[in-house]
C-alpha cells in the first residue's frame, strides 16, 4: 500500500506504480477534493479512486457536497 500526497513527480510516480502492482493507494491533499493540487494530478486522483483507493482532505466540510 502506498500513502502519500498528490506532488507532481514523486508521489505520483509512487501511486502509478502501487496501480502496476494491484496495490491501493491513500493520497492526503493538502486542497479541497473538487480543487486537486497539482492539477495535474487530477486524473491520477480520480484514477485512485476508481481503482478502490482512498482521498482523504482536511476539507471536509466539502465532502457533504461533492
Do not use: V
Not at 13 to 30: S, V
Not at 42 to 62: M, R, V
Amino acid at each position: 500500500m502506498i500513502a502519500s500526497g498528490l506532488a507532481f513527480r514523486c508521489d505520483g510516480i509512487a501511486h502509478r506504480a502501487a496501480f502496476k502492482f494491484n496495490m491501493l493507494t491513500i493520497t492526503i491533499l493538502p486542497s479541497k477534493i473538487k480543487e486537486i493540487i497539482p492539477k495535474q494530478n487530477t486524473d491520477l486522483a480520480n484514477q485512485i479512486s476508481i481503482n478502490g483507493g482512498l482521498i482523504i482532505s482536511k476539507y471536509y466540510k466539502d465532502a457533504l457536497n461533492f
